[in-house]
């Protein structure tokens, strides 16, 4: 099964869109295995974000992601890592499609309420940076006869 990294920024978790954004990825049948609420040390958005750390807006990206908590998480399920970048919307949140997480409920880039991985190195990666593997827990939900053939 595959996994996906997904954080709720600052934005979303100030904007009381916790329980909102946590039901988009729950209720379309996707395993949660992993959870924490966390403040983001400089350190840890910097190695985050460090594809960008050429580009103008990487000092503001950071300083926003250090600004308040995250919530971040690891989601599981059959093609869990380009179905969430769906659900998340695209990166503009004025392009996101209606539907869409940022669509429904961002404006600008510089705030757009949450992150998903973007491929599968990418997922791994993110997922190593953020959590322990102790702090993965999997589980089989007795849903799943219901979701997958
Ligand atoms: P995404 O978050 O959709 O994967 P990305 O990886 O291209 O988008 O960029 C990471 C974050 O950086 C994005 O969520 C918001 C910020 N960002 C990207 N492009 C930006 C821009 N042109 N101006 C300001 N912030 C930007
Ligand atoms: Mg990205």
């Known amino acids: 099964m595959e996994r996906t990294f997904i954080m709720i920024k600052p934005d979303?978790?100030?904007r009381n869109l916790i329980a909102e954004i946590i039901k988009r990825f729950e209720t379309k049948g996707f395993t949660l295995v992993g959870l924490k609420m966390m403040?983001?040390?400089?350190?840890l958005a910097e190695k985050h974000y460090e594809v960008h750390?050429?580009?103008?807006f990487f000092?503001?990206?950071v300083n926003y992601i250090i600004?308040?908590?995250?919530?971040a998480m690891v989601w599981e399920g059959e093609g869990v890592i380009a179905s969430a970048r769906k659900i998340i919307g695209a990166t503009k949140p004025?392009?996101?499609?209606p539907g869409t997480i940022r669509g429904d409920y961002a404006v600008t880039v510089g705030r757009n309420l949450i992150h998903g991985s973007d491929a599968p190195e990418t997922a791994q990666t993110e997922i190593r940076l953020w959590f322990k593997e102790e702090?993965?827990?999997s589980?089989?939900?007795t849903l799943k006869p219901w979701l997958y053939e």
């Open 12 to 14: 979303g978790v100030q």
């Open 59 to 61: 000092a503001g990206l």
């Open 135 to 137: 702090e993965l827990v």
């Open 67 to 71: 600004s308040a908590p995250v919530v």
């Open 39 to 43: 403040k983001v040390s400089r350190s």
């Open 139 to 141: 589980w089989d939900p």
């Open 53 to 56: 750390k050429e580009r103008p």
């Open 94 to 97: 004025l392009e996101a499609e």
